[in-house]
């Protein structure tokens, strides 16, 4: 939503956030980390300080063509990327089996249900059948805010879609119902404070 | 181990093996499935039936050269392979966290330890700790028997050949120790009904 103030100015959502999102924002923000990368990052502290153990899964790729140079590695000549039929990152934290998918929006109001995809949501289904503790955790890029949010929610929203439903998650919605990330140093995004706080609500 | 007869005919360990496994070779071997491909078929049933989401992990690939040719698929040009920090297989079960390895040998007697990777223990350790569980599949090819092992004889095995202990797993304790694998129609390798007996013997 392009809006201007009537002398012409441009209007800043970010200055007109609560001040703690502000400072967090000036202290972290900007770094150029991609949500990958900062998920990786704390999956290496998780690991290395024997929190949790979670890896985000290799891309599928299928090889077609390999070189065998002599005295040096194997080459892959020819290959393609293939669609995963799970989500990206899975592990294990206090028993539990975790597995979750992790996206980014420069959208303002709603994150767009687009950004997920079939085989992501029955891999979801299947999983919390299995009493695995499935979610997302969703960046909004400009306000540099994540968010974990219960899968159950995105599937409500996916299948409701199907029915004509809005075809987005609102970042309010979001905010009432999923559990913000707090940013910090080591690990970057403790997001799993946040599945503690998910699975306390759960248990009310 | 060659041996003949005085007779001079060849001495075939098969032979000498229990009936019942010699009729499940009757029934089922030779049918050119590698074990991976026997697990993989297996949790393509285990995932349609609802009874559990297991997944082996794509082999980790690093991509150098990718060409996106007009109106078709990317073509990766130049990659690597590159070394997993995990174990093959992960997914829940049950609400249970479940992560092994499988290894096939040809050796009659015993599974050498340098079918495993330093990385898959370090990994395996972490699971523990964690609650997950974890095991190796193991087939000795030559009479087509699969057995699960709890990884904790594994990393045992693993720490005392730093001692200098032995370097092999012999098949003897593997009998005593892991429980052997039923080959079936659908599952293939029913290696959750040992999974089963495994936490039962566990548990007593």
């Given amino acids: 939503m392009a809006v201007n103030y009537p002398n012409g100015k441009k209007f800043h959502a970010e200055s ?4 703690t999102a ?16 900062e998920i990786n990052s704390s999956n290496e502290h998780y690991l290395s300080s024997g929190k949790a153990v979670i890896h ?3 891309t599928p790729i299928q090889v077609v063509k390999v070189d065998y140079p002599k005295r040096s590695a194997a080459v892959i000549k020819e290959a393609y990327y293939r669609q995963s039929s799970t989500t990206d990152y899975n592990g294990v934290y206090k028993g539990l089996y975790l597995d979750f998918e992790a996206k980014e929006t420069k959208n303002k109001t709603a994150i767009p249900l687009s950004n997920f995809h079939e085989h992501q949501i029955i891999h979801m289904k299947r999983c919390i059948q299995q009493q695995g503790i499935t979610f997302v955790l969703i960046r909004f890029s400009v306000f540099n805010r994540v968010f974990l949010l219960n899968s159950s929610y995105l599937i409500d929203f996916w299948e ?6 809005r075809k987005s998650i609102p970042l309010a919605f979001i905010e009432d119902n999923g559990i913000e990330v707090a940013y910090g140093f080591n690990p970057r995004l ?7 706080k998910m699975l306390e609500r759960t248990i009310k």
């Fill in 16 to 19: 007109h956030m609560p001040k």
């Fill in 56 to 58: 985000k899964k290799p």
């Fill in 22 to 37: 502000k400072r967090k924002d000036f202290v972290y923000s900007n770094r150029g980390m991609t949500l990958e990368e």
């Fill in 190 to 196: 403790d997001y799993l404070d946040a599945v503690d």
């Fill in 160 to 165: 409701n879609t199907l029915n004509n439903g």
